[in-house]
């Protein structure tokens, strides 16, 4: 059979249009990122940046690399982005700390605040919580982002309830209050110490949530 390569390269040529070949035919065969996923982590990192009413279709899409146009092939509007953002911020929130029953419930649960703590002070204290922006920003007058909103600080106040239970079961933590309300209360504090180190900026708020929510409120 006839060599489909040029008989009339040198070697070295012909080496190298085999390599082009290779080469080009593995790029094709490489999965690439949809335009939607490309779409959602633009979003993701424009909203946690910006906040929900700085960030227009426009400036995610040209983040995304993207036609505008092709932002409506995929979402029916910039709420319904918003929500799918907010299931992908939930993944990134260290729920996973607190699952882990190879360490004491308290121990996790402080963990799980140390992480979140981390992530807002490695980007300057300048993103807060993308729950808390959407809440202030478009619950009041976006039912869907408010029901959504609401459904994530409701799974987020399920998980670290049953850290407080389980908590209380074991002795570690004596206060009887009820692990629901400790657990709202947590979130509603933490929530609070970001806004406090946006203006801040230096550690203090995180530092009075953790002296006062762990040695104080959970004794």
Excluded at 23 to 40: C, L, N, Y
Excluded at 150 to 169: G, L, M, N, S, V
């Amino acid at each position: 059979m006839a060599d489909a390569v040029d008989q009339s390269l040198p070697l070295n040529g012909k080496r190298a249009r085999l390599d082009a070949i290779e080469t080009t035919a593995h790029i094709k065969g490489m999965p690439r990122a949809s335009v939607r996923d490309q779409i959602v982590e633009a979003a993701f990192e424009q909203f946690h940046r910006h906040g929900y009413n700085a960030c227009g279709v426009k400036l995610i899409t040209d983040s995304a690399g993207v036609p505008k146009g092709s932002f409506y092939n995929h979402f029916e509007s910039k709420e319904a982005l918003a929500l799918v953002v907010m299931d992908r911020y939930g993944e990134t929130r260290h729920l996973d700390k607190l699952a882990d029953t190879s360490a004491p419930a308290l121990v996790r649960l402080r963990s799980h605040f140390e992480a979140l703590a981390q992530d807002i002070e490695d980007f300057g204290y300048e993103r807060g919580c993308v729950y808390g922006n959407f809440s202030t920003e478009a619950a009041d007058h976006i039912p869907a982002i408010r029901e959504g909103v609401a459904a994530a600080f409701d799974q987020w106040a399920k998980t670290i309830t049953a850290a407080i239970r389980e908590a209380q079961a074991d002795g570690s933590l004596t206060t009887q209050q009820d692990a629901g309300a400790l657990g709202r209360f947590l979130i509603n504090a933490w929530e609070g110490a970001i806004v406090g180190e946006r203006a801040a900026k230096d550690g203090s708020s995180f530092a009075a949530f953790f002296t006062v929510a762990f040695e104080t409120v959970l004794h």
